[in-house]
């Protein structure tokens, strides 16, 4: 990874939760940034995406409304409200602006029975598709008017470039990553998601003992830092995974997990 590489941070953020509505039923929430390579404040700026999302979508679940009911409007609103508080950190620090925070942001909200999905900049959304063994993108990475270019969170026509849909069924799984994972997960000639891929990482994540999910995380790294993943892309590199599908594994994790033989097919 190219930050490694030059001792600096880390520009990628995420946060997952499990959160309750005001009616007690559970919401999976995962929002994912990436800091733009070329803001002073990269780091903060997909941090502080992150965090807002989840804050506006806990705000928005304790008035008593439901996943089902958020809106694109509502969405749009909370994009001007996080450039709002952007500008007042950009302000609070002499010489920088709004775009120094620069991130991307890419979230899924699922309920029992419905999810919503939105997306301004790179990276992607996958969820199964209407076949076994077979996935789909919800939207496809955002590129900007150069190559290499994506759009922000912080871009002023933000609001024009936001991607948003509502799904009105039960959503079983769900993955969500940067950019830095798009190169293997996602086939650019046929604009679709890599399916062995994620039929490799879910088929792993749905036999792994509830109290040995630490162990499939560290296999997961391990994967993501190996030289057969780090010859696609030197990125930082975000991938977050969800199922309420488990089955009882015959070849439980062990320290071996990350072998060659288990890896993913990229």
């Not at 008593?64 to 969405?75: D, I, P, Q, S």
């Not at 749009?76 to 500008?87: A, R």
């Not at 749905?206 to 162990?215: G, I, N, Q, Y």
Request: charged letters at 25%; hydrophobic letters at 40%.
């Amino acid at each position: 990874m190219s930050h490694s590489a030059t001792n600096s941070s880390c520009q990628d953020n995420c946060i997952c939760e499990v959160i309750e509505d005001s009616a007690g039923s559970k919401v999976m929430a995962v929002v994912a940034s990436d800091g733009a390579g070329s803001a002073k404040h990269a780091e903060a700026g997909s941090a502080l995406t992150c965090s807002f999302f989840i804050e506006q979508l806990k705000a928005h679940l304790a008035s008593g409304a439901t996943v089902r009911e958020l809106t694109r409007n509502h969405v749009k609103s909370w994009i001007s409200k996080l450039q709002d508080e952007l500008t007042l950190r950009a302000e609070s620090e002499d010489g920088h602006s709004v775009r120094d925070f620069a991130a991307t942001s890419l979230a899924a909200f699922v309920d029992e029975d419905s999810a919503v999905f939105f997306q301004i900049g790179d990276g992607a959304i996958v969820i199964p598709g209407d076949d076994p063994e077979t996935y789909g993108w919800i939207f496809w990475p955002q590129q900007g008017q150069y190559a290499n270019e994506t759009n922000f969170v912080t871009d002023q026509n933000a609001q024009d470039k936001l991607e948003f849909t509502v799904i009105n069924h039960r959503v079983d799984e769900v993955a969500v990553f940067t950019d830095g994972v798009q190169s293997f997960a996602l086939h650019y000639q046929s604009r679709q998601a890599h399916s062995p891929f994620f039929v490799s990482v879910f088929s792993w994540l749905r036999s792994a003992p509830c109290d040995r999910l630490d162990e499939f995380r560290n296999a997961l790294i391990s994967f993501l830092k190996s030289e057969k993943v780090n010859e696609r892309t030197d990125d930082d590199k975000t991938l977050a995974l969800a199922t309420r599908v488990q089955l009882t594994s015959s070849d439980p994790l062990d320290s071996n997990n990350a072998s060659e033989d288990r890896l993913p097919h990229l």
